[in-house]
Every structure is written in structure tokens, then in C-alpha cells.
């Protein structure tokens, strides 16, 4: 129906002009203008020159509606707390639309550019929001910087966890890939005899949300990111979720309704997942059994952990209860 539409258009054009009244000259004809059907995009930081408007509802046609744009929001952290199941929970909102891989733009791939990194981004309709989560976002140092040169307003989330539960976890997930490392115990120590932590394990050093946040703070103002508790993402997601909504500016559309808890795993699943009718909860890489470790270790790591601890609460104004 488009094409005919158009060509009509473009015929009437050309013969039309012709019908102007005899012995009177036809006035100049200037070129003919292709209607704009569709509102294009305005400009995002990192645009090229914006295709004109005969292209726009072109690609608009055959690509589905809808325009790919920068995230406006961002999960960047942390590895093993909760940020997968985040991701899917949001994904239940109809004006959520994020990518599903993580795109490790800020970290591996910034050199690729914002047009390459727009690309990997869903189609969005005016209203909705663009997301994407990568947690090793929020211990690489440069990446700060980098979301704040593409969009200064990006919101941002963190989902934080019991950093000793969340190094075993690491540790856990690592395990399963090569089972021939080390011991967690042995990894965990410079010096057994002395209790001296390793901090250059990144198991450990990503559990220093302190220090990592003092990085984000030089960019990016404390009310531009929210707090996620990995625990209580767990045992109260609908409550977790009413919070995320809140810091997007969402109708709080995902409730109680949408959960039940799956007690083999040991969190809460989806009633309805994105498009689908049936059940889902993530996959078997989620919930693994984390090896038994000495108490003596995980009471060292708590030791260690607790001024940092307590200096991220002061800097969120949030107690996770963690020790």
C-alpha cells in the first residue's frame, strides 16, 4: 500500500503540473518533497550526518518500527550479584527494551565506536526505554568517563551482594570451567600463616565496592545511581523491582503477581517471561552449590571486608547488613 501511495505521489507529480490553466504560464517546478509519515530521531552524542527522510521511512518500512538508540540506562555491576536476573525482571516491563548479550562496549570494544555500540541495541518506540548490563562496567577504571562522554544523564544501577558470598560465587562459576585451579582457600591468602588477603584476585578485589565507587563519583552525582541489593533481590524481587521502576521513571507494572519462588533452585523465577506464556526461571549456570570453605577463611574475608563495608554504606546511605 506504501509503494502505490508513493507512486501516485511521484506520478501526479510530473502530469499534474501539466494541468495548470492553458495560455498561462505553469509556475516553476521545484522538487518534489517526500513526505515525512514518521517523526525521525532527533540527534543522540556519537550520530553521523541524519539520513534524510525518504531513507528514514524507508528503513523504518522494512526494519520494523521503532529506532535504535543509546541506552538511556545502564546495569554496570557487579559480576555474580544478581545482575542476569535483573536484566530478565525488567525485561517483563513493556517500556523496557534491553540487550539480552552483554555488549562490553565500555571495556573491551570502545574502540569500535557509538555507532558500532547503537547497533547491538533494540528498536524502541518513543517512551520506552533502552537498556543493557554488563557488571564488569563497574571495576573498569575508564569506563566512568567513557558513559559520561556519551550521555553525562545515563542512569545507572548497580546490584552490590555480601562481597564474601559474591567472591565465592566467583569462585564457584570459575571452578566449573577449569577444574584444575587452586583452592579457594589458597587463592584467598598472600600469606596463610599471616591472614595477609590477596587483593590482586579479582574474586576479592571486585568486592571492594567502596573503592570502586569512589571512581563513578568523580562523573557521575550519587542520586544518578541506584543501589540494587542482591539479597533482597532474592527475597523480596517484587519489592527490589518496585525501587528500579521508581529510579526509571516506570509505571510500577512488575508486582508480586509476576514471581514465584522456585525452592530446588533457591530463587525467584518468572511466572511469564518476555514474550512467552510459560514459566521461567534462569538457566543451570545460576544457583550453583558453592563449595564448602573454612570458616576460619570466610571469617578472615569478613574481617577484612567490614571497613569497606561500612564505608559503602556511609557513601550510599543504604545498609545491606552484610556483617
Not at 136 to 147: C, D, G, H, L, N
Not at 199 to 223: D, R, V
Not at 278 to 298: F, S
Amino acid at each position: 500500500m506504501l509503494f502505490l501511495w508513493l507512486y501516485m505521489f511521484y506520478s501526479c507529480a510530473g502530469s499534474c503540473a501539466g494541468m495548470a490553466t492553458r495560455g498561462s504560464p505553469a509556475p516553476p517546478r521545484a522538487a518534489p518533497q517526500l513526505p515525512q509519515l514518521l517523526p525521525v530521531a532527533a540527534g543522540e552524542p556519537g550520530d553521523e550526518a541524519a539520513p534524510d527522510a525518504s531513507s528514514s521511512i524507508i528503513s523504518t518500512f522494512f526494519n520494523g518500527s521503532g529506532t535504535k538508540r543509546l541506552p538511556q540506562a545502564i546495569i554496570i555491576g557487579v559480576k555474580k550479584g544478581g545482575t542476569r536476573a535483573l536484566l530478565e525482571f525488567l525485561r517483563v516491563h513493556p517500556d523496557v527494551r534491553a540487550v539480552g548479550a552483554e555488549p562490553h562496549f565500555f571495556d573491551r570494544n570502545y574502540e569500535r565506536g557509538l555507532a558500532w555500540y547503537r547497533e547491538l541495541m533494540p528498536r524502541t518506540l518513543e517512551g520506552q526505554i533502552t537498556m543493557e548490563k554488563t557488571p564488569s562496567y563497574f571495576v573498569t577504571k575508564e569506563a566512568p568517563a567513557r558513559i559520561s562522554s556519551m550521555a553525562k544523564g545515563t542512569k545507572l544501577i548497580v546490584v552490590v551482594r555480601d562481597p564474601v558470598t559474591r567472591a565465592i560465587s566467583d569462585y564457584t562459576q570459575t571452578l566449573s570451567k577449569k577444574p584444575d585451579i587452586p583452592t579457594f582457600e589458597s587463592l584467598t591468602f598472600k600469606n596463610r600463616t599471616t591472614g595477609l588477603i590477596d587483593t590482586s584476585w579479582s574474586a576479592i578485589q571486585i568486592g571492594i565496592y567502596a573503592k570502586h565507587l569512589e571512581n563513578w563519583l568523580l562523573y557521575f552525582p550519587i542520586g544518578q545511581i541506584l543501589f540494587v541489593s542482591g539479597e533482597r533481590l532474592i527475597s523480596d524481587p517484587a519489592g527490589e523491582l518496585g525501587r528500579v521502576q521508581d529510579f526509571l521513571g516506570l509505571k510500577r507494572i512488575i508486582t508480586d503477581k509476576h514471581f514465584y519462588f522456585n525452592k530446588t533452585k533457591g530463587f525467584p523465577c518468572l511466572k511469564k517471561a518476555e514474550g512467552s506464556s510459560k514459566p521461567h526461571c534462569l538457566g543451570k549456570t545460576k544457583g550453583r552449590t558453592h563449595p564448602a570453605i573454612a570458616q576460619e577463611v570466610v571469617q578472615r574475608l569478613r574481617d577484612f571486608y567490614r571497613p569497606f563495608n561500612m564505608k559503602f554504606y556511609q557513601m550510599t546511605g543504604q545498609d545491606f547488613g552484610w556483617d
